[in-house]
């Protein structure tokens, strides 16, 4: 049996896989890459993720934490509530999503 995990928090990288998987038209997803180096931690961001992050990224969709050292984008960290509003609001706005 498969483990979707239903009643676990939902990460970042976890957030924009979906959304990608739901949103990215064709080709989109090859096109972006999964370079995240304009992210301070982008390095942190798992394999799989990588080029769903990236895909967020360019569509505005995750924009990373203002830090002294630059943008951080916390892929790993669970998205709060507030953060994951904002970016399914994004996503609407966008038409990512209908």
Same mark, same amino acid.
């Given at each position: 049996?498969?483990?979707?995990?239903?009643?676990? /928090?939902?990460?970042?990288?976890?957030?924009?896989?979906?959304?990608?998987?739901?949103?990215?038209? /064709?080709?989109?997803?090859?096109? $972006?890459?999964?370079?995240?180096?304009?992210?301070?931690?982008?390095?942190?961001?798992?394999?799989?993720?990588? /080029?769903?992050?990236?895909?967020?990224?360019?569509?505005?969709?995750?924009?990373?934490?203002?830090?002294? $050292?630059?943008?951080?984008?916390? /892929?790993?960290?669970? $998205?709060?509530?507030?953060?994951?509003?904002?970016?399914?609001?994004?996503?609407?706005?966008?038409?990512?999503?209908?």
């Amino acid at each position: 049996a498969l483990d979707f995990a239903a009643d676990e /928090p939902v990460t970042l990288e976890q957030l924009a896989t979906i959304l990608g998987r739901l949103g990215a038209a /064709p080709g989109e997803l090859g096109a $972006a890459g999964s370079d995240l180096s304009a992210f301070v931690d982008g390095a942190d961001a798992s394999e799989w993720s990588a /080029p769903y992050l990236k895909w967020a990224a360019d569509k505005g969709l995750v924009e990373g934490y203002d830090e002294p $050292a630059g943008k951080r984008l916390a /892929p790993g960290e669970n $998205a709060s509530r507030e953060r994951a509003a904002t970016v399914l609001m994004r996503a609407f706005d966008k038409g990512i999503l209908k």
